[in-house]
T-cell receptor
């Protein structure tokens, strides 16, 4: 399968714990995006990378959130001191990065904070 | 088929009929538009895209229409099938390819 891969698919954690998600984009794609989606809503942009450089972060990305893409390939999204409001689907997408190229999404990581 | 705006969350159509899903966008600087389909438990799946220099684009059983004057986008699905049942999102983007999604419409296909 050469699509976007996310791990884990599901994560249940207790409030206050740290969690880390991984995304492996389509190999030839140089842009990688993180989105968050809550039930009944469209995905909301969190951040994106051009190769290893993080170029933009949403106001939704509080200081408890950090994303990295150290070698310009896979990316990790860490949430520290999780809160119940962090419960959501975290989606990763990648694209060629050229103007007008579609984002291809993974199947997400479903986070539940108890 | 029936047409609805993003203000109505559900569209129900008879199998075999045509479906029309409408979307209004707000950013007049948007130059690229995409329709996604999302099934339960999965990420959004690319259906079709269109650039702002076009007003119509056709794919297999799907057509996207763009009216930049009124900032309106529509997705037409011909001969709707049960497998088309899903939530559909329109999304638009500017220069940095950051997509902004609408809230989505649930398409339900009646057998």
């Amino acid at each position: 399968d050469t699509g976007v891969s996310q791990d884990p698919r599901h994560k249940i954690t207790k409030r206050g714990q740290n969690v880390t998600f991984r995304c492996d984009p389509i190999s030839e794609h140089n842009r990688l995006y993180w989105y968050r989606q809550t039930l009944g809503q469209g995905p909301e942009f969190l951040t994106y990378f051009q190769n290893e450089a993080q170029l933009e972060k949403s106001r939704l990305l509080s200081d408890r959130f950090s994303a990295e893409r150290p070698k310009g390939s896979f990316s990790t999204l860490e949430i520290q001191r999780t809160e119940q409001g962090d419960s959501a689907m975290y989606l990763c997408a990648s694209s060629h990065g050229q103007g007008g190229s579609p984002l291809h999404f993974g199947n997400g990581t479903r986070l539940t904070v108890t | 088929g029936e047409s609805v705006g993003l203000h109505l969350p559900t569209l129900s159509v008879q199998e075999g009929d045509n479906s029309i899903i409408n979307c209004a966008y707000s950013n007049s600087a948007s130059d690229y538009f995409i329709w996604y389909k999302q099934e339960s438990g999965k990420g959004p799946q690319f259906i079709i895209d269109i650039r702002s220099n076009m007003d119509k684009r056709q794919g297999q059983r799907v057509t996207v229409l763009l009216n930049k004057t009124v900032k309106h986008l529509s997705l037409q699905i011909a001969a709707t099938q049960p497998g088309d049942s899903a939530v559909y999102f329109c999304a638009d983007t500017g220069a940095n390819s950051k997509l902004t999604f609408g809230k989505g419409i649930t398409l339900s296909v009646r057998p």
